[in-house]
């Protein structure tokens, strides 16, 4: 049964190429025919489920580095686990000059530098491994195999790019609180960046005004923050599927090999070049993530 | 027709127009980077990390178009809702 079903899902990704991409582009969700942008009462399952997961695997990575760390010559793990720590404290460093907030920012840092990398290096996988596993899974459990959707990125979801930035905006505001006290930080968000002045109509007027440019600032910070990692990995995904379908094009003819041996060959070279993509933004992730929360610290 | 005719343009007019800006924004950093590592080489590795963080910023955009005039052109979602209209 579970044989004939696989079979029958293979025959139907006999699909056009829209179809394919679209397929692979649907989320694991607890309402699958939402098509709109916003919706607080949908999940996905998939990106709760592998973000979970994966930051599991980076608590589990660290915990190993540190209860293992012995004062004699470290081994490679160890050595390796210790660059990264010292690099994120050297950034932060720079950045935090607060003792306390860097107790606590440092290790931030650091979670987030390793977190968004495993959870980007899921776009190194096969484009079809899990998704085909997951639709043999689903169905062996009754399911129809064709709507069994998976999306292993957690990072290519704007809700898991878009929760990592609200969560550091929900920091560096904790921080602008605590640091400047609720009442500074109210007295800052009305008078920077225009200043005030003694007139109170006239503080007034500037007060509305700062207080428009700031929220401006929060939110585009924050937007910004998240989309800029969404729209690298969703991109190096989709360019990732459109490959998958260059090879998948395969006949017995001249353009089907050539078709594959461009499969391989940009395969190749965009795996290599995501390789870059993926640390990178992880880096861009977690620097810009110190910069907001230093941010939270700066007076004016 | 139309559709599909307008949006093929339009994901090619992102694609390019993101990639014109984006490599003549990177084209002058990198310059700037490359004369600054002339006078100071001792900052070289300093500066080379900064430069490698404004990559990923002015990428940002253009990478962000690019994903969306594939998205465009593999998986149009105008056509669906020309299939609603129809009905």
């Known amino acids: 049964m579970a044989v004939e079903d696989v079979a029958a899902s293979a025959a139907s990704h006999a699909m056009t190429p829209g179809e394919y991409v679209a397929h692979h582009l649907k989320f694991w969700s607890t309402d699958p025919d939402f098509d709109g942008v916003f919706n607080l009462a ?13 930051a599991g695997l980076t608590f589990w990575v660290l915990w190993l580095a540190a209860t293992r760390a012995t004062s004699g010559v470290p081994g490679r793990f160890q050595s390796a686990v210790e660059v990264l720590v010292e690099f994120v404290h050297n950034e932060t460093k720079g950045i935090i000059s607060n003792e306390t907030s860097r107790n606590a920012v440092a290790p931030l840092g650091l979670s987030i530098f390793i977190w968004v990398t495993f959870m980007n290096t899921m776009d190194l996988f096969p484009v079809d491994l899990f998704p085909v596993i997951w639709s043999g ?9 064709a709507h069994a959707y998976l999306r292993v990125l957690p990072t290519a979801d704007v809700s898991g790019a878009m929760g990592l930035s609200i969560s550091v905006l929900l920091i560096s505001i904790y921080y ?10 109210g007295h800052e968000l009305v008078t920077a960046p225009f200043g005030t002045s003694r007139n109170p109509i006239l503080a007034a007027i500037l007060g509305v005004v700062n207080f428009a440019m700031q929220m401006v600032e929060f939110i ?9 990692l969404f729209g690298n990995m969703y991109a190096g995904e989709l360019i990732f599927l ?3 379908m260059m090879g998948g094009a395969f006949t017995l003819s001249g353009t089907g090999f050539m078709l594959v041996i461009g499969h391989i060959i940009a395969g190749l070279a965009w795996a290599i070049f995501h390789i870059l993509i993926i640390l990178l933004q992880a ?12 941010q939270a610290h700066d007076t004016h | 027709m139309e559709v599909i005719s307008f949006v093929a343009l339009a994901s090619g007019l992102i694609i390019g127009l993101g990639a014109v800006g984006a490599c003549i924004g990177i084209g002058i950093m990198g310059s700037k980077f490359l004369e600054a590592s002339a006078r100071q080489p001792e900052l070289m590795g300093e500066l080379q990390t900064r430069m490698f963080l404004l990559v990923g910023l002015i990428d940002a955009a253009f990478i962000i178009g690019t994903g969306v005039a594939l998205w465009f052109a593999t998986a149009n979602p105008f056509l669906a809702q020309i299939a609603q209209i129809a009905q």
């Open chain 1, 220 to 228: 585009s910070k924050t937007l910004s923050h998240g989309l800029r």
């Open chain 1, 242 to 244: 459109l490959i998958a």
């Open chain 1, 176 to 185: 602008n609180i605590k640091i400047k006290g609720a009442l500074g930080w």
């Open chain 1, 137 to 145: 899974i689903y169905s062996l459990f009754g399911g129809d195999p």
């Open chain 1, 283 to 294: 880096f861009i992730f977690m620097m810009l993530a110190l910069v907001y929360i230093g």
């Open chain 1, 42 to 54: 949908v999940f996905h399952i998939d990106t709760i489920l592998f973000s979970v997961l994966l």
